[in-house]
Structure formats: structure tokens, C-alpha cells
């Protein structure tokens, strides 16, 4: 029976489950052909481009989705579809579509709907991956419809149809997808809505017309199990804590009631509450078999700096509980590949050949606390014990009744010594445990894998266009959290480069030789031509200009910094200026209307002088202030003007000064007759400059 550490249970007349990328999205494309209403789409992300067919003898083929979703539309008056995707950090902008909502490009917006959604605690994804079809067939589970997701279960090394939208070949990739009709998937509707709703404000419009099922359920995928009860569980970060965590409490439930065995497959393997449990089982009495089947390898190389150091440490944990001999951590490969990994994707569980789970969530601290997760859990011993078989089956190369029949008699661990020495097998995954990388790599990887919402300033809390409030004079609009986390995110990236670079070339590391490397590598001539994009990159992500100034005024000699730091906050300027003149009706409904009130007022007369005044009031962050005026219609080269006249003396003596605080720390002489002139003179303009403008 299912407990209350889920959100509800609701049956499914039909069960069933798509392994691999090839399956699913060829039953979507035949659960889609068949809706007459609704087909709703939530996901972490949605690629226009991709596609759902990569045999070219399908009569369907080539089916890309958007234009796929908006041809069945236009056959069927009756059908709306609905598309909500996570509208995604800065960190994911090379990887994915820039502007969605333009690729997508739908016109009909009576019928079809396009939505990005950033209502979520901060920090957080939507990391859901959910299809319903008519309000009464679903999928959910890890797949997204986006590129590097689609590959057959043969994994083969030299599949020419694994390619991005591009054209760009990539790693073979591994994941799994539920099915369920009747009234599971009308409760993962009622999820669906909630979410369009917390995203555009308007609930979906109630479904008078339910389609059928049975005619609606793909014919590539068998039922695996009919009447069945699903029991769903979500995670949901919310700032400010008593945010929703089913997805782990379930997990900890189902750990803690294993009498015989646990199959894990997961992407990451990071979560401290999920490490514990299955120590805490493998050293107790009588502790149930253990398989955990993670990448040998996770994708990049930032993840395999902060996930797999995390991973390393919870599996030396299990392996320290292992007293029995009952855990195997293992990864999947094959004799064609060679040493190329492939990327275990899925986020499922089987409990004792009795319950199995298919979901989004990782096992990682963010999939427990933070981010928007739902999985789904069955009860049913047939089904469990044919899903395990399925999924060994794959990996070893072996035949499904074999494998089947060795689960039932035999148990886990014997099975998979009997059948894993094929072609294809589960190799052992013993990682190297280098203990200087975990100590000085752990801190940064836990920034990554936050188990919580990250504290917010009061004027970043999602709620935006309210009413004045509060003393004029303290009215400010401080960096958002996601320019801070954009700065914090570069320093990391290129301390873990530093320290990897350091650790080759094997000198000790400080402060003072952090700096030299780092100094070295900008007395390259080509490093300022470098600076001023990165300074623009960085205004367009919100990151504080005073930051990126500083980081200048540390690698340069004073003189560069001073010209970097005015070429580079001139150029932001004009970026963030012509970005609020072409996409200000989005960015305005993201800011405080007294914030945007007030800045109109300021800049109402638009001359060069009050162009300065305007920054020199610190009402909000740089680059927002740059958008509103873009918003707003100021002329650029006034404004421009302006800027240099209020910025320019300041900048000068922030890099003149950090640069002698430089020189103190490294023990030069700090006294240089031209810096010390210049710092004067700037001091007396940044000063002067204040006086005016509270004359003013």
C-alpha cells in the first residue's frame, strides 16, 4: 500500500514503460497522430528542431516537433497543444535554442500555446519531463524532447542517425520513459495545469471532450501491466523553505523496506540523505543486494569537477558499509565502443522484483530539494520483474526469458554474474579517489548541487509591477541573485581550471601564485581584446560591474585595466541598450514598475548631464539600468556620453587603487609618482561628480 509520502495515487487502466530514445519518441509520434482535443508538453527543455523519426523508410519521416505539432493542428480543428519548457539559466545558452519561442514561431495562438516558465524558487529548474494526450494517455520520466536525447537500445558506435539538429554526433545515450492512461494520467494533468498556471497566470481550460485511450495507445509500445495503482511524487523548491519533497522521502521509504534487492539506474549518484540510507542497509543484518548503474563518466568536464567528486565520495561511503559483499556499482559498455562511455540518463529504481519507479529525479541533492520533479512508483510483481529483465537484457546482450528466469530463481547478483560476459556487458566502476582534488573540489560541487533554494534580496522575489512603496530615496533594485551566480560561477570555473593547470605543472599553490599565473596569461596581447566581449557576456547575465572591474584592475597593469574597463562597460552599455530597444515589452514585465517609473523620470529630459545623473543614483544594477533606457527610446550616443562622463573617473580609480593594494600584497613599491597623480585626480572627479549631482 502506498503511503503519505507521495502526492496522490490515482490507477491506470494500462501500464507500460519505453526504454531508449528510439522507442519513446516514435510512441509519441503515434500518441500525437491520434489526439482529437489537447496534447500538453512540459519539460526541462524542447528543441523546435528535433527529431522525433530517424528511419527515412517511415512514411512520417522527417517529423521535427514544432513543425509536426503545428501540421496535426492544422488537420484537426478541434486540437489545442500546449508547450511549457524551462525558460534556463545563462549556464545552458550554448547548448541550447536561444530564443525558443521565436524557433518555434508559431502564429495560431488561439491553438497553439508556447510558454517559458522561471516561476520556481531561485536557483531551481523545472526539470519535469511530462506528455499528456488528450487527458487521458501519458508519459513521464527522464526524456526530454530535445537534442543528444534520441538513440536506439543498441547503443552502436556508429549509429550516423545520433546527431543534434546541427549535424554534431554524440555520445550513445540511455533513458526511460512511462506510459500510463485513465485516471493517472488525468491526475498528471491536473499537475500540468497547475504548472501553466503558476506560469502565465491562466489555468489549461477544462477538457469537456476526453479522447479514447485504447485507440490512443501507441501500437510499437506492449502493456506491461493493466488496473494498477500510481503513486506520483514531486519535488518542488520553494524560497523560503516548506518546499515539497515526496520524491525523497519516497526513495528513503522504498530503500528502508527492501527485503531482497534494490536496481538503481541514475545519472548522478550526489544525494547525502539517499547515500546514507543505502549505507545505513548494507551494514545493518541481512542487508538486501545492491545494484547501482551510473555513467562511467558524466558529459562535461565542470560536471565531472563537481558531480563525479561528489559521486566518488558517496560510493567509497558504500563500499566502506559493504561489509556482505551485496553491492555492485557498475556502468554499461560494449566491445564496438571501445572505451567511449554512454550516458546513463535514467532515473528509475525496482524494489525487490515488486515495486519499480520511473522519473525525472536524479540522486542528486537538487532533484531532493530544489528542483521540479515527478516520478512515478508501481506496485506490481510481474511488472517489476519483467522491467528488470528488460533493462539487463540490454546491457548484457542477453535474452529476456534468460535473464528473466535467473532474476526469479537466482536473485540480482547472480544473474548478473551469470550473463556479463557478452559483447555488451556491466563493467565494474571503480573510480580514482584523488584526495587533494576532493578537499579543495568539494566545496565548489556542493554550489552546484544545492539541496536549496538560494536566499534572495527583498526585490528579487519573482513579484514584479507592484505598486510604490516605501521612501523614494530607498526604492533600489539590487543585482538579482542570477548575476551574482553568474560572476560566482566564472571564478569557479576558472579556479578549477588554475588548480588543474597548477596540479600539472605540479607548483604549490597561494594566493600570490594564483595571481602571477593568472597575470601571465593576460600579458598575452591578445587578453584585452578578450576582456571587453567578457564584460559584455557578462552585463547581459545581470553580473555586478563593479566585480568584473576589479577582476580587470587584478590582471592588467593599471593603464590596460583603465582602458579595458571603459571600452568594456561603454560596449555593455550599448549591448544591454540595444537589447531593451528590441525585446523591452519582455524585460519590463520582469522589473519593479517604480523601478522603471522612476528611471523614466530621471532620464525624462534625456540631455548628456542627465544622462550622467541617472548613473550616478544607484537605483539598480548597471545593466539594468542600460535596458530600461533602451526601453525607453534614449538616444544611444547621449547616453553613451553620459555614461563616460559619470563612470569613466571612477573606474580609473577603482583600477588605479587595486592595483596599488596588488603591489602592497606582492611587495613592490607601492608608490609610483604617475598612478598616485592619476589616482588624485580621478578622487577629485569622482567627488566632484557627487556634489554636482546631489545639487542636482
Same mark, same amino acid.
Given at each position: 500500500?502506498?503511503?503519505?509520502?507521495?502526492?496522490?495515487?490515482?490507477?491506470?487502466?494500462?501500464?507500460?514503460?519505453?526504454?531508449?530514445?528510439?522507442?519513446?519518441?516514435?510512441?509519441?509520434?503515434?500518441?500525437?497522430?491520434?489526439?482529437?482535443?489537447?496534447?500538453?508538453?512540459?519539460?526541462?527543455?524542447?528543441?523546435?528542431?528535433?527529431?522525433?523519426?530517424?528511419?527515412?523508410?517511415?512514411?512520417?519521416?522527417?517529423?521535427?516537433?514544432?513543425?509536426?505539432?503545428?501540421?496535426?493542428?492544422?488537420?484537426?480543428?478541434?486540437?489545442?497543444?500546449?508547450?511549457?519548457?524551462?525558460?534556463?539559466?545563462?549556464?545552458?545558452?550554448?547548448?541550447?535554442?536561444?530564443?525558443?519561442?521565436?524557433?518555434?514561431?508559431?502564429?495560431?495562438?488561439?491553438?497553439?500555446?508556447?510558454?517559458?516558465?522561471?516561476?520556481?524558487?531561485?536557483?531551481?529548474?523545472?526539470?519535469?519531463?511530462?506528455?499528456?494526450?488528450?487527458?487521458?494517455?501519458?508519459?513521464?520520466?527522464?526524456?526530454?524532447?530535445?537534442?543528444?536525447?534520441?538513440?536506439?537500445?543498441?547503443?552502436?558506435?556508429?549509429?550516423?542517425?545520433?546527431?543534434?539538429?546541427?549535424?554534431?554526433?554524440?555520445?550513445?545515450?540511455?533513458?526511460?520513459?512511462?506510459?500510463?492512461?485513465?485516471?493517472?494520467?488525468?491526475?498528471?494533468?491536473?499537475?500540468?495545469?497547475?504548472?501553466?498556471?503558476?506560469?502565465?497566470?491562466?489555468?489549461?481550460?477544462?477538457?469537456?471532450?476526453?479522447?479514447?485511450?485504447?485507440?490512443?495507445?501507441?501500437?510499437?509500445?506492449?502493456?506491461?501491466?493493466?488496473?494498477?495503482?500510481?503513486?506520483?511524487?514531486?519535488?518542488?523548491?520553494?524560497?523560503?523553505?516548506?518546499?515539497?519533497?515526496?520524491?525523497?522521502?519516497?526513495?528513503?521509504?522504498?530503500?528502508?523496506?527492501?527485503?531482497?534487492?534494490?536496481?538503481?539506474?541514475?545519472?548522478?549518484? =550526489? %544525494? #547525502?540523505?539517499?547515500?546514507?540510507? $543505502? /549505507?545505513?542497509?548494507?551494514? *545493518? !543484518?541481512?542487508?538486501? &543486494?545492491?545494484?547501482?548503474?551510473?555513467?562511467?563518466?558524466?558529459?562535461?568536464?565542470?560536471?565531472?569537477?563537481?558531480?563525479?567528486?561528489?559521486?566518488?565520495?558517496?560510493?567509497?561511503?558504500?563500499?566502506?558499509?559493504?561489509?556482505?559483499?551485496?553491492?555492485?556499482?557498475?556502468?554499461?559498455?560494449?566491445?564496438?565502443?571501445?572505451?567511449?562511455?554512454?550516458?546513463?540518463?535514467?532515473?528509475?529504481?525496482?524494489?525487490?522484483?515488486?515495486?519499480?519507479?520511473?522519473?525525472?529525479?536524479?540522486?542528486?541533492?537538487?532533484?531532493?530539494?530544489?528542483?521540479?520533479?515527478?516520478?512515478?512508483?508501481?506496485?506490481?510483481?510481474?511488472?517489476?520483474?519483467?522491467?528488470?529483465?528488460?533493462?539487463?537484457?540490454?546491457?548484457?546482450?542477453?535474452?529476456?526469458?534468460?535473464?528473466?528466469?535467473?532474476? =526469479? %530463481? #537466482?536473485?540480482?547478483?547472480?544473474? $548478473? /554474474?551469470?550473463?556479463?560476459? *557478452? !559483447?555488451?556487458?556491466? &563493467?565494474?566502476?571503480?573510480?580514482?579517489?584523488?584526495?587533494?582534488?576532493?578537499?579543495?573540489?568539494?566545496?565548489?560541487?556542493?554550489?552546484?548541487?544545492?539541496?536549496?533554494?538560494?536566499?534572495?534580496?527583498?526585490?528579487?522575489?519573482?513579484?514584479?509591477?507592484?505598486?510604490?512603496?516605501?521612501?523614494?530615496?530607498?526604492?533600489?533594485?539590487?543585482?538579482?541573485?542570477?548575476?551574482?551566480?553568474?560572476?560566482?560561477?566564472?571564478?569557479?570555473?576558472?579556479?578549477?581550471?588554475?588548480?588543474?593547470?597548477?596540479?600539472?605543472?605540479?607548483?604549490?599553490?597561494?594566493?600570490?601564485?594564483?595571481?602571477?599565473?593568472?597575470?601571465?596569461?593576460?600579458?598575452?596581447?591578445?587578453?584585452?581584446?578578450?576582456?571587453?566581449?567578457?564584460?559584455?557576456?557578462?552585463?547581459?547575465?545581470?553580473?555586478?560591474? =563593479?566585480?568584473?572591474?576589479?577582476?580587470?584592475? $587584478?590582471?592588467?597593469?593599471?593603464?590596460?585595466?583603465?582602458?579595458?574597463?571603459?571600452?568594456?562597460?561603454?560596449?555593455?552599455?550599448?549591448?544591454?541598450?540595444?537589447?531593451?530597444?528590441?525585446?523591452?515589452?519582455?524585460?519590463?514585465?520582469?522589473?519593479?514598475?517604480?523601478?522603471?517609473?522612476?528611471?523614466?523620470?530621471?532620464?525624462?529630459?534625456?540631455?548628456?548631464?542627465?544622462?550622467?545623473?541617472?548613473?550616478?543614483?544607484?537605483?539598480?544594477?548597471?545593466?539594468?539600468?542600460?535596458?530600461?533606457?533602451?526601453?525607453?527610446?534614449?538616444?544611444?550616443?547621449?547616453?553613451?556620453?553620459?555614461?563616460?562622463?559619470?563612470?569613466?573617473?571612477?573606474?580609473?580609480?577603482?583600477?588605479?587603487?587595486?592595483?596599488?593594494?596588488?603591489?602592497?600584497?606582492?611587495?613592490?613599491?607601492?608608490?609610483?609618482?604617475?598612478?598616485?597623480?592619476?589616482?588624485?585626480?580621478?578622487?577629485?572627479?569622482?567627488?566632484?561628480?557627487?556634489?554636482?549631482?546631489?545639487?542636482?
Amino acid at each position: 500500500s502506498m503511503s503519505n509520502n507521495y502526492w496522490r495515487t490515482a490507477r491506470a487502466d494500462a501500464f507500460g514503460w519505453a526504454i531508449d530514445g528510439e522507442h519513446y519518441f516514435c510512441a509519441f509520434r503515434d500518441a500525437i497522430d491520434r489526439a482529437e482535443h489537447e496534447i500538453i508538453i512540459i519539460g526541462w527543455d524542447i528543441d523546435s528542431r528535433f527529431e522525433l523519426i530517424r528511419d527515412d523508410s517511415d512514411p512520417r519521416y522527417p517529423s521535427p516537433i514544432s513543425k509536426t505539432l503545428k501540421s496535426l493542428a492544422e488537420e484537426k480543428p478541434a486540437l489545442s497543444v500546449y508547450v511549457l519548457s524551462w525558460d534556463f539559466a545563462i549556464v545552458y545558452a550554448m547548448e541550447r535554442e536561444l530564443l525558443p519561442e521565436r524557433s518555434f514561431g508559431w502564429k495560431d495562438r488561439e491553438r497553439l500555446h508556447f510558454h517559458l516558465d522561471d516561476q520556481h524558487a531561485s536557483g531551481a529548474s523545472h526539470h519535469q519531463k511530462i506528455v499528456i494526450v488528450d487527458g487521458v494517455l501519458a508519459f513521464s520520466g527522464g526524456l526530454d524532447l530535445t537534442k543528444d536525447r534520441w538513440d536506439t537500445r543498441r547503443h552502436a558506435a556508429d549509429d550516423r542517425r545520433r546527431v543534434d539538429p546541427d549535424g554534431n554526433a554524440y555520445r550513445p545515450f540511455h533513458d526511460v520513459q512511462a506510459i500510463v492512461t485513465g485516471d493517472a494520467a488525468r491526475t498528471l494533468r491536473e499537475l500540468a495545469s497547475s504548472r501553466w498556471e503558476n506560469a502565465t497566470g491562466e489555468p489549461l481550460p477544462a477538457l469537456d471532450d476526453e479522447g479514447d485511450a485504447e485507440s490512443i495507445w501507441p501500437e510499437t509500445l506492449p502493456v506491461q501491466a493493466t488496473n494498477v495503482e500510481v503513486a506520483i511524487a514531486r519535488t518542488v523548491g520553494k524560497s523560503g523553505g516548506n518546499g515539497i519533497s515526496e520524491v525523497e522521502q519516497s526513495y528513503l521509504e522504498l530503500i528502508a523496506s527492501a527485503e531482497r534487492s534494490i536496481y538503481i539506474e541514475n545519472q548522478y549518484f =550526489t %544525494s #547525502d540523505s539517499i547515500a546514507t540510507a $543505502l /549505507a545505513e542497509r548494507l551494514a *545493518g !543484518d541481512d542487508p538486501p &543486494e545492491i545494484v547501482l548503474v551510473l555513467p562511467s563518466e558524466t558529459s562535461g568536464w565542470l560536471e565531472q569537477a563537481t558531480m563525479d567528486i561528489l559521486r566518488n565520495r558517496g560510493l567509497a561511503r558504500l563500499r566502506e558499509a559493504d561489509t556482505e559483499g551485496r553491492l555492485r556499482v557498475v556502468s554499461p559498455t560494449s566491445k564496438d565502443l571501445e572505451d567511449a562511455p554512454i550516458t546513463v540518463h535514467a532515473k528509475i529504481m525496482i524494489v525487490d522484483n515488486r515495486w519499480l519507479r520511473i522519473g525525472s529525479a536524479n540522486l542528486s541533492g537538487r532533484s531532493m530539494g530544489l528542483d521540479t520533479e515527478c516520478d512515478l512508483v508501481v506496485e506490481h510483481e510481474d511488472a517489476a520483474t519483467d522491467f528488470c529483465a528488460d533493462l539487463l537484457s540490454e546491457h548484457m546482450g542477453a535474452e529476456f526469458d534468460e535473464v528473466r528466469a535467473g532474476l =526469479t %530463481s #537466482d536473485g540480482l547478483l547472480a544473474t $548478473l /554474474a551469470a550473463f556479463n560476459d *557478452g !559483447d555488451r556487458w556491466l &563493467e565494474t566502476l571503480d573510480p580514482d579517489v584523488d584526495e587533494t582534488e576532493q578537499a579543495i573540489l568539494e566545496p565548489v560541487a556542493r554550489i552546484a548541487d544545492l539541496e536549496k533554494p538560494i536566499a534572495l534580496t527583498p526585490s528579487d522575489t519573482g513579484e514584479h509591477g507592484g505598486d510604490d512603496v516605501g521612501d523614494d530615496e530607498d526604492d533600489e533594485m539590487h543585482t538579482p541573485v542570477a548575476g551574482w551566480a553568474a560572476l560566482g560561477l566564472i571564478v569557479i570555473v576558472v579556479g578549477i581550471w588554475i588548480y588543474l593547470a597548477a596540479k600539472g605543472s605540479g607548483e604549490d599553490l597561494n594566493f600570490s601564485s594564483l595571481l602571477d599565473m593568472l597575470r601571465d596569461v593576460a600579458s598575452h596581447p591578445l587578453a584585452p581584446y578578450v576582456a571587453v566581449p567578457a564584460i559584455v557576456l557578462g552585463s547581459v547575465v545581470v553580473a555586478p560591474i =563593479t566585480g568584473m572591474l576589479a577582476v580587470c584592475a $587584478l590582471l592588467f597593469d593599471p593603464w590596460t585595466a583603465s582602458i579595458v574597463g571603459i571600452t568594456g562597460t561603454l560596449a555593455a552599455t550599448a549591448v544591454n541598450h540595444w537589447i531593451g530597444g528590441h525585446f523591452g515589452r519582455v524585460i519590463a514585465k520582469r522589473i519593479p514598475k517604480r523601478i522603471i517609473e522612476k528611471i523614466n523620470r530621471m532620464a525624462a529630459s534625456s540631455d548628456v548631464w542627465s544622462l550622467a545623473a541617472v548613473r550616478l543614483v544607484p537605483i539598480a544594477p548597471f545593466s539594468v539600468v542600460n535596458v530600461l533606457l533602451g526601453v525607453s527610446g534614449v538616444r544611444l550616443r547621449d547616453f553613451l556620453l553620459g555614461t563616460l562622463i559619470a563612470m569613466g573617473p571612477a573606474i580609473v580609480l577603482l583600477c588605479m587603487s587595486v592595483d596599488r593594494a596588488r603591489a602592497a600584497l606582492a611587495g613592490e613599491s607601492v608608490f609610483d609618482p604617475w598612478i598616485i597623480v592619476v589616482i588624485a585626480a580621478a578622487g577629485i572627479s569622482v567627488i566632484g561628480l557627487r556634489i554636482w549631482q546631489k545639487r542636482r
